[in-house]
C-alpha cells in the first residue's frame, strides 16, 4: 500500500503561481513513477504531468510550458509548479502513484479567479 498526502492549492488570481506537493509513504520502493490529474466540475479526469523515479516526464500537451512536474526521490515527493495560471485551470488536482496498482490521494482544490 502507498499513501499519499498533497498539500499546497488554494485560490490565485489568473496569471498567478502554485506549487502543488504529494509525499508518497509505505511501500514506496515499488513506485515506478508519480503524477499529477486534475478534475473540473462535470468534466472528466485528466493527466496533467507524469514523472517516473529516473526523471522521464510526460505531459498534457495543452499545459506544456506553464507547468512543471519535478520530483525528489530522497523524501518520496512529487511536486507540481504551476505558472501563468488560468480560470480554465480550476479544478481539483489529485496526486497518483503508479506502482502494480494505481494510488490516489486525497485531491487539493485550485481555484484561479479572473
Known amino acids: 500500500q502507498v499513501q499519499l498526502v498533497e498539500s499546497g492549492g488554494g485560490l490565485v488570481q489568473a496569471g498567478g503561481s502554485l506549487r502543488l506537493s504529494c509525499a508518497a509513504s509505505?511501500?514506496?520502493?515499488?513506485?515506478?513513477?508519480m503524477g499529477w490529474y486534475r478534475q473540473a466540475p462535470g468534466k472528466q479526469r485528466e493527466l496533467v504531468a507524469y514523472?517516473?523515479?529516473?526523471?522521464?516526464?510526460n505531459y498534457a500537451d495543452s499545459l506544456k510550458g506553464r507547468f512543471t512536474i519535478s520530483i525528489d526521490n530522497t523524501k518520496n515527493t512529487v511536486y507540481l509548479q504551476m505558472n501563468s495560471l488560468k480560470p480554465e485551470d480550476t479544478a481539483v488536482y489529485y496526486c497518483?502513484?503508479?506502482?502494480?496498482?494505481?494510488?490516489w490521494g486525497q485531491g487539493t482544490q485550485v481555484t484561479v479567479s479572473s
Open positions: 514523472i517516473t523515479r529516473g526523471g522521464t516526464t
Open positions: 497518483a502513484a503508479v506502482a502494480a496498482s494505481t494510488y
Open positions: 509505505g511501500s514506496i520502493f515499488r513506485l515506478n513513477g
